[in-house]
């Protein structure tokens, strides 16, 4: 495999950093590469004083942020658009570097960021409350959605930079601050970020500090998620990320959204269009090497069509290109790091011994970074390790004869983020999406459980959280609500027809 100098790849870094307006950072935290492994530049690491303060920084901003009408608030999003639009090839340029993505998917998502200012700034207009009848003469019932105030922002290297943008755009139209805790391996993506929206900021004449960036690894997240004056903490990672961060910030009548691990099936029917499936299946289990929460992880296939699927997967497997994610051409880059390759080794290893054979991939290319090929397996049952979230690129693949044994199988995991059926039978698909059909909060017909639009809502139920960001009426969660009752009479009626003196 040939793979670029990694002077070359920090030179990339340097000059992308540049052209956003961001400076080249140095400090104590190493960014590195998964391309090659090897480190792009240092940067300043925050402590939990650092993340106190920039908490008290953006709660400061807030109390003027919260009365700029929303509409103005919009107009610091879509100038945010314009600069991501601007540089949306120096965006997808770190991205690719710090995530590894190939170059279409990281376009993709620095995409989605565009996209959701969009949403946003339209948004803007439309923080509707509802009016209702009031039982009682002249009374009038309503209810207001107000800010809620700092929002958390704890976000993942796969999406290092969509998933920010959802909260970010959306808590920011909704009158809230936020305080961005970026994964550690993606640093540099997220100062470019912050330093475009910064500019956003100055542009609008709008207060700086109601964006604040920390960097750091567990304790910047803990000072952030233990914070009073963090009124929401929107989390994106593991299920074990997951069950540390919400009873915190339960046990201090915070609100959390959380977004965590996805265990993703499609169930595949006899009538399925496998031309089309296959084309589906591929993107979503082997794009972006697996590493989305979307990913596609489980495969529930007829047993009549069951081999002719997998030779069909098979074929289109040996024809994808692993290799370095800026070449045009390949669609698989590497792996984040060393304990991902390892994790995945170990979850072929817990297949195979729950009787799985691997029928293509699972093997490292080349001998730099952690390349890996797509893993397609075949397991006698839905074992243990089927329940399990493994951040990679392996497809296991059950059978099933009866539709219900499909379903069930399906839904049989922890996890509950993103589903999809193959089939042409509007019966079987319309099942799947009914109330007892799929249990995920994405369910999908025909297409794969990956790469969903902004415009609905992102999330899922059971091990995933809950929480559901992006489109739709997700700003919710980023406002309180306030119930009025005005009384414009001259009497006191009192609601349930109570006398009282
Ligand atoms: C994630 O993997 O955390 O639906 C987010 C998708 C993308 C977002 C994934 N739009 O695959």
């Not at 809620?148 to 139209?173: E, H, K, M, Q, Y």
């Not at 100062?191 to 910047?220: M, S």
């Not at 009752?485 to 009497?491: R, V």
Request: glycine fraction near 10%.
């Amino acid at each position: 495999m040939n793979l670029p100098d990694p002077s070359a790849l920090a030179e990339r870094a340097h000059s992308a950093l540049a052209r956003c307006g961001a400076e080249w950072p140095t400090g104590n935290l190493t960014a590195r590469t998964p391309i090659t492994g090897t480190e792009i530049r240092t940067l300043e690491q925050h402590s939990a004083d650092d993340v106190n303060g920039a908490v008290a920084a953006a709660h400061d901003a807030f109390g003027d942020w919260r009365t700029v009408p929303a509409p103005i608030r919009g107009a610091v999003v879509r100038q945010l658009g314009r600069l991501l639009s601007e540089h949306k090839t120096d965006l997808a340029e770190l991205v690719t570097l710090e995530a590894g993505k190939i170059s279409s998917e990281a376009l993709g998502e620095v995409q989605e960021m565009i996209d959701i200012c969009e949403f946003a700034v339209g948004l803007s207009r439309q923080l509707y409350g509802r009016t209702m009848p009031s039982e009682r003469p002249g009374h009038r019932l309503m209810e207001t959605w107000h800010p809620i105030g700092v929002v958390g922002v704890i976000s993942a290297f796969n999406f290092p930079v969509a998933v920010w943008s959802w909260n970010t755009a959306i808590a920011l139209v909704c009158g809230d601050t936020v305080v961005w805790k970026p994964s550690e391996t993606t640093p540099l993506t997220a100062l470019a970020c912050h330093t475009l929206l910064r500019r956003a900021l100055a542009d609008c004449d709008a207060p700086r500090g109601v964006h604040q960036l920390v960097i750091g690894g567990r304790d910047v997240g803990a000072a952030l998620v233990d914070n009073p004056q963090v009124a929401l903490v929107s989390a994106t990672g593991s299920v074990r990320m997951g069950r540390e961060v919400a009873p915190r910030v339960a046990a201090r009548f915070g609100r959390s959204l959380l977004e965590l691990g996805g265990n993703n099936g499609a169930v595949v029917t006899p009538s399925a269009d496998l031309d089309l499936a296959v084309r589906g299946i591929v993107f979503s289990a082997a794009g972006t090497a697996g590493q989305r929460c979307t990913s596609l992880r489980r495969l529930i296939v007829h047993e009549s069509i069951a081999d002719e699927l997998v030779a069909r997967i098979s074929a289109a497997y040996a024809q994808l290109q692993v290799g370095n994610p800026f070449d045009d051409g390949v669609l698989v880059g590497p792996l984040i790091n060393d304990a991902a390759f390892e994790a995945m080794q170990s979850a072929l290893t817990a297949a195979q011994s729950s009787g799985g054979t691997v029928v293509c991939g699972g093997e490292r290319v080349g001998d730099t970074g952690c390349y890996v090929r797509p893993a397609l397996v075949r397991m006698p049952k839905q074992s243990e390790i089927m329940h399990t979230e493994t951040f990679a690129p392996i497809l296991y693949v059950v059978t099933y004869n009866e539709f219900d044994d499909a379903i069930a199988l399906h839904n049989a995991v922890p996890q509950g983020l993103s589903s999809s059926i193959f089939t042409l039978d509007q019966r079987e698909a319309e099942r799947f999406l009914a109330a007892d059909g799929s249990d995920c909060g994405i369910a999908n017909v025909n297409i794969g459980t990956s790469g969903a639009e902004i415009g609905g809502a992102f999330g899922g139920e059971k091990d995933t959280g809950g929480g559901r960001e992006s489109g739709s009426d997700a700003w919710k969660a980023y406002m309180r609500r306030a119930t009025n009752t005005i009384n414009y009479s001259d009497q006191l009626p009192l609601a349930q027809g109570v006398e009282f003196g």
